[in-house]
C-alpha cells in the first residue's frame, strides 16, 4: 500500500514538473504547447550528451555530478524552449489560436523528427545509472535516487511557486496572463516575459528529462510524446493555468496510475489516464483549483 | 510636453484619425471630448504605442515616441489609464499597485508610493488584500489611477475615468485628478462627460471623426454655444 502510495507519487512529481511548463504557457499565452512533452525528450537528449562529453561516471560521484549536469541542461532546454517561442510562436501571436496549435503540433514533430535525424533511431542507454542502496520508509523500499529525484522535483515545484507568488516577475507573468495590453502600460515588457516564461517551463521540461533518463536507464526520440499527453492530463486535472493545482495534477495522477495499474493491471495504465482526462474534460473543465474568476463589471 | 502633429491612423479600411494635432503644456489638464467613435480612445491609444499611426508623430519632451513600443513609452513617465479600468482582476489591490512600480527597482521608494496612494485613496488601503476583480466600479477606477500614479508618471492619459459611474463617484474622481495634477502631473482627459471634464480641465479639445473641429480654453469652451448644444445636454 505505502509502496504504491510511493511509486505514485515519484511519477506523479515528473508528471507534475512536465505539466508545469504546459501550465505555465498556457496560463499566459493561452496556448497549448504540444511541443513541450517534446523539450522533456529534448532534455534527457542533452543531458546524454553532456554526460557523455564529460566521460564515464563513478558511481560514488553520481549524484553530485548529475545533479551538475540537471543544471546544465535546464539551462539549455530552456533556451530552447525561448527559441521555439520566438522562432514558432511569436510570430501568431495574433493569428487565430487554431493555427497556433497547429503551429505546436508542427513544432512537436519536428524536434521529434528532428532529434532521430541527429542521434538516430535506437534507443540509447543512459550512460548514468544510480544504484540504489534501498531504504525502508513506513513500510515501503525506496532507493536514495528515488528520494533524492523528488527532492529536487519538490525544491524545483516550491521555488516556482515563491517566484510566481511573491516576486516581481511572478505578478508581471500572472498580469499578462489576465491582460497583456494593460500589462505593457505598466512599463512590463510582456515579450521579454512571454520569453522568460518560456525558459522557465522548458527548463522544467528539461529536468524532468534527465532525471527520467536516470531513472528509467534509456531514452529515444518519442520518449516525449506520452508524457507530454499525460502531463497536459495533470494540467487539466489540477486547473490549467493555475499553478499549485498544475502541481497536485501531476501528484494525483500519478497515483491514480499507480493505484490504477496495482487493481486492473499494467496495459491498463494509460487507459486509465486518459478515462479520467475525458472525465475531467467533461465533467469539470476548469479542473480542481481551477481558475474562479470573481468579477464585477 | 506632448506634442501630437498630423496624426493619422487607419484600422483595416477604417480611417480612425485624421490628422490630428494636439499640445498639452507641462501642469495642463487638457480634455479631449468627443462622441463615441470620435477617435479619442484611438488617439490615447496611438500615443501610448498600444497601435501604431500611419501618419504623423507624437513628440514627449522633445523625443519622438511615434514608433516606441508601449512599455517603452511608460517607462519615459508618459502613462495610459485605459478604458474600463483594466484592473487586474485575480490579483490583489496591494499587488495590482505593485505592478505599477514594476519599472521601479527601489522597493523603498515602491513602497513609499503606495503608501501615499493608501493614504490619497483610504477605501484602497482597506482592501488591499482583497482581489481587484471584486471591488465596486468606482473603486477600480481609483485603483486604476493609483495604480498608474506609483509608476511615478509626469503625464497620465485618462479614458473614460467617469464611464458607468453614479454622479457622486464621478465629482470624487474628478477630484482626484484635479489633486493630482496640483501636485504637478499633466493629464489628458479623454470624456464623454463634458460638465465633468471641463469643471478641472484648463483647456479642451473636440474631435469629430478622428479631426479636431475645436479647441480652446475650458472656460470658453463651457460657454460655447456648438459644444453646450452636443456636449453639454443643450440649454
Redesign the interface.
Known sequence: MTQLVWNGLFVGSFYALVALGYSMVYGIIKLLNFAHGDLYMLGAFVGFAILGAVGGVSSSMALPLLLVVLLATMVLTGLAGVALERIAYRPLRRAPRLSLLITAVGASFALEYGMRAAAGADPRVYPVRLGGTSVEVLGARLTLQQLVLVGVAVVLMIGLNLLITRT?EG??M??IA??P??????????NAVISRTFFLGSALAGAAGVMAGAYYGKIDFLMGFLIGLKAFTAAVIGGIGNIPGTMLGGLLLGLLESFGTFWLGGEWRDVFAFGVLILFLTVRPTGLLG?R????V | MLEIDGLDVHYGGVHALRGLSLTIAPGEIVALLGNNGAGKTTTLSAV???VRSTAGKVVFDGREITRD???KI??RGL????EGR?V????TVH?NL???G??VRDQAEIRKRIERVYELLPRLAERRAQ?G?????GE?QMLAIG?ALV?GPRLLLLDEPSMGLAPLVVASVMELIAGINAEGTSVLLVEQNATAALKIAHRGYVIENGECVLDGPAADLREDPRVVEAYLGGV
Open positions: 516581481r505578478r508581471a500572472r498580469a489576465l491582460d495590453r494593460t500589462s505593457s502600460l505598466m512599463g512590463i515588457d510582456v481558475e474568476v470573481t468579477e464585477r | 501610448s504605442g498600444l513600443r508601449p512599455h511608460a517607462e502613462v495610459h489609464v485605459p483594466r487586474f482582476s485575480t490579483l499587488e505593485q505592478l505599477g514594476y519599472l482581489q476583480g471584486t471591488l465596486s466600479g477600480q495604480r509608476t
